[in-house]
């Protein structure tokens, strides 16, 4: 039987080119791409919402929606009841940006898909991903 060490390994070593072949024209990073992609799913929010659901410090949230806000790609306004929270919300510019970020890579993904491997083959891809997904859920912070 295999340990969960050697499997870790080998995952690790097929998972990397893939996800350099996916992320290589990107110019934001993964984590601020990540805040995008929930405030496009889940709406405005505020920096402890974003850093929880991103997995990452409040304080690595806040110095990326710094840089989105100078790159125009999120706002940040304030709650019109309590002055005191400031709401995060995607701009339209973000949204566009979001879009263009998360179309790199994969049209070398579906021609990769659907040219190299056989429909046994896309069927087992397709049952791995949730085991993939179930991975990371609540995965402590870094």
Known sequence: MITEQA?????????????????????IS??????LAYLSKHGRTSASTLASAEKITPQAIATAVRELEGLGLVARTPDEQDRRRIWIELTDAGRERLDRERSEGLDWLNHAIAERLTADEKRTLD????????????????
């Not at 870790?8 to 110019?27: D, H, K, N």
């Not at 993964?30 to 805040?35: A, E, M, P």
């Not at 991903?129 to 870094?142: E, G, N, Q, S, Y």
């Open 7 to 27: 499997t870790a390994q080998v995952l690790r070593e097929a998972l990397r080119p893939i996800w350099r072949l996916l992320t290589s024209g990107r110019t």
């Open 30 to 35: 993964v984590g601020k791409t990540g805040v």
């Open 127 to 142: 049952s791995v991903v949730p085991i993939l997904r179930k991975l990371v859920d609540d995965a402590p912070v870094d």
